[in-house]
């Protein structure tokens, strides 16, 4: 994965985020990944990491999730343990 993107949006529940971040965890250049911001847009069953990030209002709203990706907003995010925070 090349480090140029503005975002990683992922449009799943949260298998697919959850192998993502596997996947950045494995990158060569695993702190600045990780920098870059993940997006999820919930379209799985249960979708408890887009409720976390973006409450119970927005936590199931796909409409409100990919406008949020659009607008640039960012929510509050998580801590990954062993990522290094500048």
Same mark, same amino acid.
């Not at 060569?28 to 990780?34: I, K, L, N, S, W």
């Not at 796909?62 to 406008?67: G, M, S």
């Given at each position: 994965?090349?480090l140029?993107?503005?975002?990683?949006?992922v449009?799943s #529940?949260d %298998?697919?985020?959850h192998e993502v &971040?596997?996947g950045i $965890?494995q990158?060569?250049?695993?702190?600045q =990944?990780?920098c870059?911001?993940?997006?999820?847009i919930?379209t799985?069953s #249960?979708? %408890?990491m887009?409720?976390?990030? &973006?409450?119970?209002? $927005?936590?199931?709203?796909?409409?409100a999730? =990919?406008l949020?990706?659009?607008?640039?907003?960012?929510c509050r995010?998580f801590?990954?343990p062993g990522?290094?925070?500048?």
């Amino acid at each position: 994965m090349k480090l140029g993107y503005d975002a990683l949006v992922v449009v799943s #529940g949260d %298998g697919l985020i959850h192998e993502v &971040l596997n996947g950045i $965890d494995q990158h060569e250049h695993r702190d600045q =990944a990780f920098c870059i911001p993940i997006a999820p847009i919930p379209t799985g069953s #249960g979708n %408890g990491m887009s409720l976390n990030l &973006l409450g119970l209002q $927005d936590g199931l709203d796909v409409c409100a999730a =990919a406008l949020n990706v659009l607008k640039g907003v960012f929510c509050r995010s998580f801590y990954i343990p062993g990522v290094v925070e500048d």
